[in-house]
């Protein structure tokens, strides 16, 4: 799997290229600041971005703003946000575009490299990996209406893991309930969205996005 990296801390640039080289995946451009990161993007293509929110030169939205342009150029490139705090506005951004290979976490929770590298390759295979915050934040002081208000507070909750990035079986151990259980309440959530039949891993990218962007 070939990265591209963008954080402008040295430390913890170089302390990704590090954990991500031992894990055996190319690191094709370690970058740090906003105009470098767009230009690896469109030049290396890579199988994933892991993108700082803030670069130089403004250190507010340089690496979002780049992630962002990079994918309106290569529709559903992966990208793996970090950000030190809930950028409401940037998130929403971000998965505006319904094509999924999107994740946003707090940095806080790269320090747990397991974790870290579970929603990377989540991404890279165009799935969601959102934190908890993000999506709290992302659903604070809005109304889910049309077809999302038809969700029951059990499929609510089984979406709102799914968007974590969290598989069935998770899924079930988190909510103590049986496989079949959350397996009803998926296809449930995929009938009362209007998603056709369809791949189940797509078609659980488009259920996440309706609910965030709702």
């Known amino acids: 799997m070939r990265v591209v990296i963008a954080e402008d801390l040295v430390l913890l640039r170089e302390g990704f290229v590090a954990i991500l080289e031992a894990a055996g995946l190319e690191v094709v451009a370690a970058v740090s600041t906003g105009p470098a990161l767009l230009e690896a993007l469109l030049t290396q293509r890579p199988d994933v971005a892991v993108v700082d929110v803030r670069l130089p030169p403004t250190f507010t939205d340089e690496g979002l703003r780049a992630a962002i342009a990079a994918r309106k150029e290569i529709p559903g490139l992966p990208v793996l946000v970090l950000s030190q705090y809930v950028e409401q506005l940037y998130a929403r951004e971000l998965l505006a575009d ?6 946003y976490l707090l940095k806080d929770r790269v320090f747990d490299v397991a974790q870290f590298m579970d929603a990377l390759h989540r991404v890279a295979g165009g799935g969601t990996a959102l ?10 002081g809005g109304r889910q209406s049309g077809a999302l208000a038809r969700l029951t507070p059990r499929e609510r909750e089984v979406l709102a893991l799914m968007a974590e990035g969290r598989s069935n079986a998770a899924i079930a151990q988190r909510l103590v309930v049986s496989g079949r259980a959350v397996s009803k309440h998926t296809a449930s959530i995929f009938a009362r969205l209007d998603l056709p039949e369809d791949d189940d891993d797509n078609r659980r990218v488009l259920a996440v996005l309706a609910y965030l962007n709702g």
């Not at 319904?98 to 994740?103: E, L, M």
């Open 98 to 103: 319904n094509s999924g290979g999107v994740g």
């Open 131 to 140: 934190d908890p915050d993000v999506i709290s934040k992302l659903l604070s």
